[in-house]
């Protein structure tokens, strides 16, 4: 309702009604005056020069530093780089370029088995069923215990406590294996509540009309509830396995030679640092392209929803 005194919205004098061209008020859209606050068609321009004189300046910083030398040695060698990346195992040191790939595998492996693990936990959770109570309430305490425990000391207790209990085509498995396996339990718990928000997001009246059209319940929940639910949890989906790619480094803690521990271990025969940038600049390599993608999804579902909120 317009306020006593000021004329209502698309009346002459009044603010403007919200359409394709003309964006709703509190929203960022590049149009219109916030086109002009944001310098019109000279932004470009201005965000370039704006950019190169922030790197300029961090730049000039690095440099101006008094142990700038000594930091550039250690951590940015060019020498001690390509040799890190290469590796020798001949003197002691493995390649981190090759070791990233056990990296990569884990991160694919572990994706897979989290979308599978998580998306059960959050069907049981949502479930009304009776004869499901006890599972539910397992379910729950899964959830709570591994939201709850760092990922760092879940690596351990299976790394090592696993093994330790001697049980036959269990316990002998590799070290990546059991790192996998707490990745997985780890972030099975955080993605499943991620699947319960996309499932709850999901207008009862969409149910409604499935069962109206004398669809089954499971069939209900496979081809009306479950594609509207994925669709709108993506974002924070990516935004998760951004995070699991790089905590797959914490599996270099059992002794397994991924990217970081090649990094920790040249790095202890040479005693130079540049064997970690070398890791990170691979890191960056993975999870930049990857989150990018992820805030294309987001701003092309904010643009959907306005679209559909426009009147």
Sequence with gaps: MALSGS???GSPGGPPLASAGNPPPGSFARSGRGARLLGG???????????????????????LAPGAHAVEHEFFSPQ????????????GYYSVGAAIWLNIRMFIIAEILILLLALLIALVRQSVHPALFPIRILATGYVDLFRGVPLILVIFAIGLGVPALSLPGVSSQS??????TALVLSYSAYVSEVYRAGLNSVHQSQVAAAWSLGLPHRHALRYVI????VRNIVPPLLNDFISLQKDTALVGVLGTIEANKAAEIYSEQVFNFSSFTVAAILFLILTIPLARF?????ERDRRR??????P
């Excluded at 479950?226 to 639910?229: E, F, I, M, S, V």
Aim: hydrophobic fraction near 50%.
């Design 41 to 63: 068609r000279s932004g470009p321009v201005i965000s370039t020069v704006s950019t190169f004189v922030v790197l300029g300046a961090l730049v000039a910083i690095f440099l």
């Design 305 to 310: 929803r306005l679209a559909g909120a426009t």
């Design 226 to 229: 479950l594609p509207q639910a």
């Design 80 to 91: 001690h780089m390509w040799q890190a990346f290469i590796g020798n195992p001949q003197q």
């Design 294 to 298: 992820t805030d294309r999804l987001i």
């Design 7 to 9: 004329p209502p919205p």
């Design 175 to 180: 070290n990546a294996v059991y790192g996998v």
